[in-house]
Every structure is written in structure tokens, then in C-alpha cells.
T-cell receptor, first 113, second 113 residues
């Protein structure tokens, strides 16, 4: 089974801190995604990556950046955390030959105080 | 044009009942409509998906009904069980190319014993 692992289940950070959220997948998937989940808003795409060193903005990229130096790892960076970035962050990966199935990690609940 | 609207936001059903969750989309080019199921503390997982060349797809107790002319699709859960209690997300995308999924707002379903 595909495993998508997010490094932290819970994180508490202070306003203005630089925050790194890490995601690793073990199935050699080219495509990786970062979503943000908020009640009543569903899942919103922050950034995605087609392949190593390739990235593209999603629907809500403001205040975020990403890094994909190795195929298995996709990092989400909050350059200067703000309270409105308190949320559940979900990483996902997918085989690019079919758009059918996203494999999600268990999520990181980030609180910015 | 990229939105997917999901209702209701929450739903409580007695065991054995048939919860129905509805979604509507705007982009007529969408040709792939999955449903994801998310249990507390876990990431979403693909439950069932449909393409617009059929009006219904059934997998076990889960059925998707699709109405192309109305641009609507819905999830029905037959003989619902307390173990079906979860958050459900509909989504839509284009199947060809590395297209991103657009998710609905989510429905928190509770099945009472």
C-alpha cells in the first residue's frame, strides 16, 4: 500500500515564525500536492508539483512556498506564519498516468498563536 | 466555473437509513467525479468515482448517481452503519492531463446506532 507520511501530527508555532511541513511518499509518485482543510471550506489546493524541482501554484498560494528537491519529498513552507494559517494541512501524491486516485497523508494540524 | 458545491454540511441518520449527499458543479468540461471518505485523524481516501458516460455506479453499499444535464451528482449509502460515520467530500476534475481535483465543502455524516 502507498504510504504518505507527514512529519508532524500537531504543530504549535508563533506568529512570524518560519514553518516547515514535511511530506514523504514511498511509491515513486511524480505528482505531489499540498491541501489545506478548513471546516465548511473543504480541501483547497495550495501548491502542487509535477515532478522534482517543478511546482505550480494552486488556488491559495499566498503566504506559502514549496520545495521538491527529491522525488519522494515535498515540503510546504510558511515564510512568516500568521494566525489565519491555523489549519489542517494535508499532503497527497498521485501516479501521473491517471488522474484517478490521490493518496493522502494523515495531516498536520497547525496552530499559529 | 471551477467550483463544486456540496450539501448538506452535516447529516445525522439512524442506522439502516439511506443518507444522501449532493454535489453540483459548473464546469461542463469536468469528466471525473470521485468521492473521498475521511475518518477522524486520517487523511481522505478514495471511496468511489464515476465518469459521465454512466448515470449510476455502485460499489457495495455506496452508489453514485450522476445527472449530466443538471450538472449534479450524489452519493447514497444503503443500509448505513455507525462505521460509516465520517466526513465525505465530492470532487471533480478533467481526467486527461495532470489536472487538479476541485473539492466540495465536505459533509460530516453521523450514523446513530
Amino acid at each position: 500500500d502507498v504510504k504518505v507520511t507527514q512529519s508532524s501530527r500537531y504543530l504549535v508555532k508563533r506568529t512570524g515564525e518560519k514553518v516547515f511541513l514535511e511530506c514523504v511518499q514511498d511509491m515513486d509518485h511524480e505528482n505531489m500536492f499540498w491541501y489545506r482543510q478548513d471546516p465548511g471550506l473543504g480541501l483547497r489546493l495550495i501548491y502542487f508539483s509535477y515532478d522534482v524541482k517543478m511546482k505550480e501554484k494552486g488556488d491559495i498560494p499566498e503566504g506559502y512556498s514549496v520545495s521538491r528537491e527529491k522525488k519522494e519529498r515535498f515540503s510546504l513552507i510558511l515564510e512568516s506564519a500568521s494566525t489565519n494559517q491555523t489549519s489542517m494541512y494535508l499532503c497527497a501524491s498521485r501516479v501521473p498516468t491517471t488522474n484517478e486516485k490521490l493518496f493522502f497523508g494523515s495531516g498536520t494540524q497547525l496552530s499559529v498563536l | 466555473q471551477q467550483q463544486v458545491k456540496q450539501s448538506p454540511q452535516s447529516l445525522i441518520v439512524q442506522k439502516g437509513g439511506i443518507p444522501i449527499i449532493n454535489c453540483a458543479y459548473e464546469n461542463t468540461a469536468f469528466d471525473y467525479f470521485p468521492w473521498y471518505q475521511q475518518f477522524p485523524g486520517k487523511g481522505p481516501a478514495l471511496l468511489i468515482a464515476i465518469r459521465p458516460d454512466v448515470s449510476e455506479k455502485k460499489e457495495g453499499r455506496f452508489t453514485i448517481s450522476f445527472n449530466k444535464s443538471a450538472k449534479q451528482f450524489s452519493l447514497h449509502i444503503m443500509d448505513s452503519q455507525p462505521g460509516d460515520s465520517a466526513t465525505y467530500f465530492c470532487a471533480a476534475s478533467l481526467i486527461q492531463g495532470a489536472q487538479k481535483l476541485v473539492f466540495g465543502q465536505g459533509t460530516r455524516l453521523t450514523i446513530n446506532p
